[in-house]
């Protein structure tokens, strides 16, 4: 939960005034993203979020993702689209920081995903994958394997202070993945090359809108970049398919999974690499858990998410042979079993 | 700011489906209130605000609360309306806790008020009290006098913390003011008796609506009680009439007294005891300031307030002769000043 600015209602009139959107009928700080600051406005046309990037979001970072929001919606993704300013910029300057209106997505994140959520979700990955194709500008994952070591340096010391052996375990892990991890894309299309583009990289519960059964649309792509393909499944699987009390649910994953190959199916190469993919993506949200958990002081205004609840995903994934594992299923028999074609 | 409880989307849309507001589109958990947990709900009929009462609301006082926003918005006063059920109750439980589904107030509160804003507060306080004329349930301030000393106990020990010599000045004047204060109302209608009614007993900034200049409307009713009338005005004059830097503004003090007077004059008792039930209001505010400020732990998910911002404005207080020091004009000279007969 996070409103880290605050905003006047005059300097907020002075920037909807560059808009075409109505007058300021009233604005609440919402308690969601942990990033940056944002706001419900309602004026006399329409609802908005305004989202104001505070400190950890890169300003030159902002037209990748304002831009990808734009392609996306473009190539028929639901998903907030930033409004632009009668001078056509997307981007404005608030209390100081860069700021977007961006249009309101009905709908709410399910506290409690189902294997239908589950499908829902892998269908609209997998829709998000191929709306990506195309678009123009390129942002490097600054959060998959070359970023996980500069990390795991900054916290390695106090690890042991979470659990006594982590240290050890992390390490062990991390050299592990780092001599195992594919190499990035070389632009060959050589037949074992794994595809890549644009990935969400951060598609938890909350980022993934409901109304009902049917998913309403996809948020915050403010993590969002180019890498495989697959390891965006492999975060999706962390986060969806797992129980509170850390159980995987091959349900879940099968469903997932269907839904995904509903609308691309995996190539050989990207089923072979998945577990690893699963396993880095679980190791991947251990290291910034651990470290927002050292960091964080104690009076900060934020809910500091536990590491070890990624310590024991990734211990299940290091016991995963192969991709059936999280229930991968020929695309064919995916797509039979469901009883449609790709949709 | 806070979200204390999270709601999942099947027990909100079980909840919903008891009132007649039609489909739940969104739900949004707003950064407003400290006491509550709040939602901002869309469903496929209008825009609501969903309350969730935390522990330190007292179950017992939820009829008031309720009942007083009914009855003040059927006396002609802008406020927010708990929206009845099926069933025609106003009060619901959700996640374990009362809920109440409340109509939603368009307007945002001022973060930088003016004396245009504290004329308009003055009338709307005034209003208040005449609305609330009438009101068959009653609830004793848990906050006035008989309430500090027993407040000020919890805290004593440890307010040399905050400031060095702060416990002995608040000793003193709690002394002062115990003596001072003007006995509870007895029902007799003698000439210096003081009014008392339904009081607001929290009318800060965040609990009055703007739409541009005009108000919009009052919100959180939630430490409303029986008092002395004045006393609000004791109140507002400490959460509207100072600068940052501590000064007090006469400008201010002038317009919201002035506002005040428009629609409800003060009578010459009430006007003689002002500056004791503002000095008062100091103290209570320093008061539960203090005890917040030493019984919260650091980690915990509320900002804290200082509580020397209300040892200042006592100080003030403690210095003012008569009402006149905060601005107050008989009232058929500040009804002339303003150009307008009471409207």
Redesign the interface.
């Known amino acids: 939960?996070a409103?880290y600015t605050?905003?006047?209602?005059?300097d907020?009139c002075a920037l909807l005034a560059a808009y075409d959107v109505g007058t300021?009928?009233?604005?609440?700080?919402?308690?969601?993203g942990v990033e940056n600051s944002n706001y419900?406005l309602?004026t006399s046309a329409d609802?908005f979020i305004l989202t104001l990037y505070e400190k950890r979001v890169n300003p030159d970072d902002l037209p990748f993702f304002l831009g990808l929001m734009d392609h996306l919606a473009a190539n028929g993704l639901t998903c907030p689209q930033p409004i632009r300013r009668r001078d056509g910029a997307a981007l404005s300057t608030l209390a100081g920081r860069p700021a977007a209106l961006i249009s309101?997505?009905?709908?709410?994140w399910?506290?409690?995903p189902t294997a239908a959520h589950c499908r829902e979700v892998g269908r609209a990955l997998a829709r998000m994958h191929l709306a990506g194709e195309g678009f123009a500008l390129h942002r490097e994952n600054a959060l998959s394997v070359e970023g996980w070591r500069p990390l795991w340096n900054q916290a390695s010391d106090r690890a042991d202070e979470v659990e006594p052996g982590l240290g050890a375990e992390i390490e062990a892990e991390l050299t592990r993945l780092e001599a195992a991890w594919p190499a990035p894309p070389s632009g060959d299309a050589s037949a074992d090359a794994l595809p890549a583009g644009i990935i969400h990289a951060d598609l938890f519960p909350d980022n993934v809108?409901?109304?009902g059964e049917r998913l309403s649309g996809l948020i915050d792509f403010y993590f969002a970049c180019n890498d495989l393909l697959a390891y965006d499944l492999g975060i999706a699987l962390n986060a969806w398919c797992f129980e509170a009390d850390g159980a995987f649910n091959l349900t879940k994953g099968m469903a997932l999974l269907d839904g995904y190959q509903s609308r691309r199916p995996l190539t050989p190469a990207e089923s072979d690499v998945l577990p690893l993919l699963a396993r880095g993506a679980a190791l991947r949200f251990l290291l910034t858990r651990l470290y927002d958990w050292l960091a964080t002081p104690?009076?900060a205004?934020v809910?500091k998410k536990d590491p070890l609840e990624y310590l024991r995903k990734l211990r299940f994934h290091q016991g995963v042979q192969n991709a059936s594992g999280y229930g991968l299923r020929p695309a064919a028999k995916s797509r039979q079993a469901q009883g449609t074609s790709s949709s």
């Open positions: 939960m409103v605050d905003v006047t209602e005059e907020l300021l009928l009233s604005y609440k700080g919402i308690a969601e419900l309602r609802t309101f997505l009905d709908g709410a399910p506290r409690k809108f409901f109304i104690p009076g205004l809910v």
